[in-house]
């Protein structure tokens, strides 16, 4: 079973930039993809990005340009840079782990970790 740990929330102005960081162990990684869900107050959770595995990255329109998702091949880390951040980018973001990669929501979920965007 995955063990998923979220950090590097925090609050920032509009504009700035945030690293997160969720540490996983104890999944297949050569056939589980990893990737970030965020949930905004008052919203459905949905996906943010995605690194499926053949290595390639996948993002929902909204944060392409802006956001990098990475993972640390070494150690199993995932990342997720998020640069020129807006306040539509607040909410709890979650690290996700999973073999179905199309639905990555059935996969292992992290605790989150709080991202708050100020104008």
């Known amino acids: 079973q995955a063990q998923l740990t979220e950090s590097g929330g925090g609050s920032v102005q509009a504009g700035g930039s945030l690293r997160l960081s969720c540490a996983a162990s104890?999944?297949?990684?050569?056939?589980?993809?990893l990737g970030w869900f965020r949930q905004a107050p008052g919203k459905e959770r949905e996906g943010v990005a995605r690194v499926n595995t053949d290595g390639t990255t996948t993002y929902t329109e909204s944060v392409k340009g802006r956001f990098t998702i990475s993972k640390d091949k070494a150690n199993g880390t995932l990342y997720l840079q998020m640069n020129s951040l807006k306040p539509e980018d607040t909410g709890m973001y979650y690290c996700?782990?999973?073999?179905?990669?199309?639905?990555?929501?059935?996969?292992?979920w992290g605790q989150g970790t709080q991202v708050a965007v100020t104008s």
């Open positions: 996700v782990a999973g073999p179905y990669c199309d639905d990555l929501r059935r996969g292992y």
């Open positions: 104890g999944y297949e990684r050569g056939s589980y993809c």
